[in-house]
């Protein structure tokens, strides 16, 4: 049975930050790219960014420079580090792993597996 659990999430205020984490289990870790969403009340899951086996990484561009994704393979999980949050930051955050795919994509649809997420709460 393949899971995906995220932690890390939590209440911070703007300017700080926050790791979160992804553990899996169940699935052969390395060989899939882990990506990384968000969900904000009403509004539609927004890609994040994603990572390939070795480290390879792809990020959407308004996530790119506060936001690194990294993995490790030994331990079957997948980070997301934030920096800089800001209000609109505020979300539920998942992650994701592909198996499907030859790429990096920031296509949920083209995810197999997905975690239950963890609250991020930026407060101004």
């Known amino acids: 049975q393949v899971q995906l659990v995220e932690s890390g999430g939590g209440l911070v205020q703007a300017g700080g930050s926050l790791r979160l984490s992804c553990a899996a289990s169940g699935l052969t870790f390395s060989n899939s790219k882990m990506g990384w969403f968000r969900q904000a009340p009403g509004k539609e899951r927004e890609f994040v960014g994603a990572?390939?086996?070795?480290?390879?990484?792809w990020y959407a561009d308004s996530m790119s420079g506060r936001f690194t994704i990294s993995r490790d393979n030994a331990n079957n999980t997948v980070y997301l580090q934030m920096n800089n949050l800001k209000p609109e930051d505020t979300a539920v955050y998942y992650c994701?792993?592909?198996?499907?795919?030859?790429?990096?994509?920031?296509?949920?649809?083209?995810?197999?597996?997905w975690g239950k997420g963890t609250q991020v709460t930026v407060s101004s």
């Open positions: 994701a792993a592909a198996f499907r795919v030859g790429i990096l994509t920031a296509e949920p649809l083209q995810y197999d597996y």
């Open positions: 990572i390939r086996r070795r480290g390879n990484t």
